[in-house]
């Protein structure tokens, strides 16, 4: 059993900068492929971005390319998402989630998530 518990949103102005944090229960954190997704209201929820047990790989959604950063720290069992350049359409409440096995962006295949963040950026 993991749990996960996100921190860091809040309201921004846009081309300002965020850093979500997603602290996780358990001893067997590094067993754990991460992802970071995001829902807006009305819309699909949508994998932002995701970093492999290792902390090795690293995997971004199209529209966050460039201004966002997954990162990870199994001693302390810590994913981050720094997000930069922040627009209007990056809105949205913004949830980690863990799966024990290989790195997927399908949010289905993952085991267990946070109650999520909410990411607010004002134009």
């Known amino acids: 059993q993991v749990q996960l518990v996100e921190s860091g949103g809040g309201l921004v102005q846009a081309g300002g900068s965020l850093r979500l944090s997603c602290a996780a229960s358990?001893?067997?954190?590094?067993?754990?492929?991460m992802g970071w997704f995001r829902q807006a209201p009305g819309k699909e929820r949508e994998f932002v971005a995701g970093?492999?047990?290792?902390?090795?790989?690293?995997y971004y959604g199209d529209s966050v390319k460039g201004r966002f950063t997954i990162s990870r720290d199994n001693t302390k069992n810590m994913v981050y998402l720094q997000m930069n350049s922040l627009k209007p359409e990056d809105t949205a409440v913004y949830s980690c989630a863990a799966r024990r096995a290989v790195f997927t962006t399908t949010p289905a295949e993952y085991d267990y998530w946070g109650q999520g963040t909410q990411v607010t950026i004002s134009s």
């Open positions: 970093v492999t047990r290792s902390g090795i790989g690293t």
């Open positions: 358990g001893r067997t954190f590094s067993s754990y492929a």
